[in-house]
C-alpha cells in the first residue's frame, strides 16, 4: 500500500450549487402563489352582463365604487367631494381621456349617474364599464 504526502493536484473549490437551486425553486414557488393574490385589486361584485369585450391588461384609470361607499381611484381611496380634484390630477399624466368603472351591481343607480356628472365635468372622453361575463344558457 503506498500513499503521497505531497500531491501534485491542484485544490479544486467550485461552489455547490445545488442548496441555491434548492432556494431559487422555493422562491418561484413563492412568487407564483402570490402573484395572483396581489394583482386581483379591490373586492367588488361586479354585474353580469352577456356581451361584453375583454378589458385592457393596464388600464391607466379604473374608477372603483364600492358597496359600502367607498371610492377609489386606481386603488387610491377618494372622497365624492374631491373626486373632481384628484380625477382632473390624473388625467394630467395621462395619454387619452379614457376611464373604466368597477362598480358594485348592489350601488344605486342614482349613485352612478352622480358619478358620470362628475366625470363629464372632469371632460372624459371614454367611459368602459367593468363586467363580469354573463354563462350563456344552454337549452
Known amino acids: 500500500m503506498g500513499f503521497r504526502i505531497g500531491s501534485d493536484e491542484e485544490v479544486k473549490s467550485e461552489p ?17 402563489v402570490v402573484t395572483p ?7 367588488v361584485k361586479l354585474p353580469t352582463a352577456l356581451n361584453t369585450i375583454n378589458m385592457p391588461d393596464n388600464p391607466e384609470v ?4 364600492r358597496k359600502d361607499g367607498g371610492i377609489y381611484i386606481n386603488e387610491e381611496k377618494t ?20 376611464l373604466y368603472l368597477k362598480a358594485d351591481q348592489e350601488i344605486a343607480f342614482g349613485n352612478i349617474i352622480e358619478i358620470i356628472e362628475v366625470l363629464k365635468e372632469v371632460g ?5 364599464i367593468i363586467t363580469e361575463k354573463k354563462a350563456e344558457k344552454s337549452d
Not at 373632481?84 to 390624473?90: A, D, F, H, I, S
Open 16 to 32: 455547490n450549487v445545488v442548496p441555491l437551486c434548492d432556494v431559487l425553486l422555493v422562491l418561484l414557488i413563492i412568487f407564483m
Open 37 to 43: 393574490l396581489v394583482q386581483r385589486g379591490l373586492d
Open 62 to 65: 379604473v374608477l372603483t365604487l
Open 79 to 98: 372622497t365624492m367631494e374631491n373626486l373632481q380634484t384628484v380625477l382632473e390630477e390624473e388625467f394630467l399624466t395621462v395619454s387619452d381621456k379614457k
Open 124 to 128: 372624459v372622453e371614454v367611459l368602459g
